[in-house]
């Protein structure tokens, strides 16, 4: 039988993929007609597949590896855990230490009066927390109608059904009857995508006001929450204009509106800060996390919440009847206590605020430069670019041009792991990436848009240039 130190050939262990592995997010009869990328190793900034490739990660795995491959004292922190207690619940007024100090430690580090914490095992689970809390909340203050939570086109909040139908995508709407009831979208301030004439300090507090209509519309009495990512990750790296977040602010609190903002990609030092809330100085009162909490080396989520909230669930909520079997596993929480301290102590946030994450600006707007791409944004150590056929009007390929994959599959021939949504291109490199490394992900990324103008202007796709 196979073992995984010594795997089975890569035909092989596709052939028994094709058979058996359902994949998330994947056409399972395209993905098995050339059969699935098999990725056996990694460290550092790099993985090898099963061939012997090595590929610059440029997503961090999900956008979670925020500390890169091959930590060991992540590892030795799982072990040592695992030997002490492997598994016990917080359930029936039972804690442990490693739930005990990393509520604790979260407490510190995140802004304003988010003070408490609601273990879960991922980001989808803890949005759906959220969901049941901030309904409970506004029923233990005796207004059980204030239930509906806006949230927007085009985010992401996870694949569980509230998280999937608090996210706005609508192709995973199609699947499965979503949303579930009382979530309701408004858009997006995408301004590249959907800002046509006007600039984007106007169009930035348009999309904002477009929550205000809402709520006038449903009646505030009936909305219990918005939702929105800071910046949004999985829907292309989509930056808010300066003028988003103060308006958004601004209505929730004149319609008391609970504001939840899910940092569970921009959280733990992805834009230069701990949380990008401190970016664009949000005060949220409820704050989901994952993904980097742990460096991706286990899995944890969990939704933080403020003295508001919280003060009235303990006063007013009784018994919350909701809970994960894996709520505040003590494995994932000593990993992520393990990798706060790593944070903290190789001055990661610091580094990547006033060194790298200038530095990858300053190269990554150069892409900018190429006929290709319409536009180059960052924040942080978050990353996209626009394909477009003609940059000066901002155009876009047509659907089934395909010119996303195209570029992403020239990145993985050429070594990079950069993902495409639709027809933007999006980066989310470890955190600890160096400048080098940073030269070698950007010429990966320019030589692999070279190849891709290369087959559009043969396939007549490019405005000409005439
Ligand atoms: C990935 C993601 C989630 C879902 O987290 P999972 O751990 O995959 O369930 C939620 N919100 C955002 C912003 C994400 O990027």
Same mark, same amino acid.
């Given at each position: ?30 993905? *098995? %007609? ?5 990725? #056996?190793?990694?460290?550092?900034l ?10 610059l990660d440029g997503m ?28 016990? *619940? ?5 804690? &442990? ?18 003070? &408490?914490? /609601? ?16 309904? &409970?909340? $506004?029923?233990?203050? =005796? ?48 301004? $590249? ?41 999985? =829907? ?6 300066? #003028? ?10 004149? &319609? ?17 800060? $701990? /949380? ?13 996390? %994952? ?23 303990? !006063? ?23 990798? +706060?301290?790593?944070?903290?102590? !190789? ?12 530095y990858l600006?300053?190269k990554w707007?150069?892409l ?13 150590m978050?990353a %996209?670019?626009? +394909? ?21 599959? /020239?990145c993985?021939?050429n070594g990079l792991i950069m ?8 980066i989310?490199p470890p955190?600890?990436i160096s400048t080098s490394q940073i030269n070698e992900l950007v010429g990966l990324a320019f030589k692999s848009?070279?190849?891709? +103008?290369?087959?559009? #202007?043969?396939? =007549? ?6």
């Amino acid at each position: 039988m196979a073992t995984l130190d010594n795997h089975l050939p890569t035909n092989e262990l596709q052939a028994l993929d094709a058979a058996h592995h359902i994949h998330p997010f994947s056409d399972r009869a395209a993905m *098995n %007609a050339k059969g699935a990328r098999v990725i #056996t190793r990694a460290d550092g900034l790099y993985l090898w597949d099963s061939e012997g490739e090595k590929l610059l990660d440029g997503m961090a795995g999900l956008w979670c590896v925020n500390l890169g491959y091959g930590r060991q004292e992540l590892v030795d922190a799982a072990a040592r855990q695992m030997s002490q207690l492997p598994y016990y *619940n917080t359930f029936f007024q039972t804690t &442990h230490p490693p739930a005990v100090m990393l509520s604790a430690r979260l407490a510190e580090l995140a802004p304003g009066t988010l003070n &408490h914490v /609601f273990f879960a095992g991922s980001g989808s689970e803890a949005n759906d927390t959220n969901v049941r809390m901030v309904r &409970h909340y $506004w029923a233990s203050l =005796g207004q059980p109608d204030k239930k509906t939570i806006i949230a927007r086109k085009n985010g992401y909040h996870g694949s569980t059904l509230a998280a999937a139908s608090l996210g706005g995508m609508s192709a995973m709407h199609e699947q499965g009857g979503l949303p579930i009831l009382d979530i309701t979208h408004i858009d997006q301030p995408y301004w $590249w995508g959907e800002g046509g004439d006007n600039s984007p300090a106007e169009f930035g507090l348009a999309r904002a006001r477009a929550l205000e209509t809402e709520i006038e519309r449903i009646g505030a009495d009936k909305v219990a929450a918005f939702i929105a990512e800071p910046v949004q990750g999985a =829907g292309g790296v989509i930056i808010p204009p300066e #003028t988003y977040w103060p308006e958004i602010q601004r209505i929730c609190r004149a &319609h008391d509106i609970l504001l939840i903002v899910d940092e569970v990609i921009t959280g733990f030092g992805r834009t230069g800060n $701990w /949380f990008a809330s401190e970016v664009f100085n949000i005060t949220p009162d409820i704050m989901t996390i %994952a993904k980097g909490l742990t460096s991706g080396y286990l899995p944890i989520g969990a939704s933080v919440v403020s003295d508001k909230v919280a003060n009235v669930l303990s !006063e007013k909520g009784g018994d919350f009847h909701h809970g994960y079997t894996y709520s505040g596993h003590p494995a994932a929480c000593a990993v992520a206590l393990e990798n +706060l301290r790593l944070i903290e102590e !190789e001055h990661v946030i610091e580094t990547v605020a006033t060194k790298t994450a200038p530095y990858l600006k300053e190269k990554w707007q150069s892409l900018s430069d190429h006929p290709l791409v319409g536009e180059a944004r960052i924040c942080g150590m978050m990353a %996209a670019i626009e +394909l477009t056929p003609d940059k000066a009007a901002r155009a876009r390929f047509s659907d089934d041009s395909n010119v996303g994959i195209t570029c992403r599959n /020239f990145c993985f021939d050429n070594g990079l792991i950069m993902r495409s949504v639709g027809d933007v291109m999006v980066i989310s490199p470890p955190l600890n990436i160096s400048t080098s490394q940073i030269n070698e992900l950007v010429g990966l990324a320019f030589k692999s848009l070279d190849m891709t +103008l290369d087959v559009l #202007t043969k396939g =007549g796709l490019m405005k000409s240039a005439a």
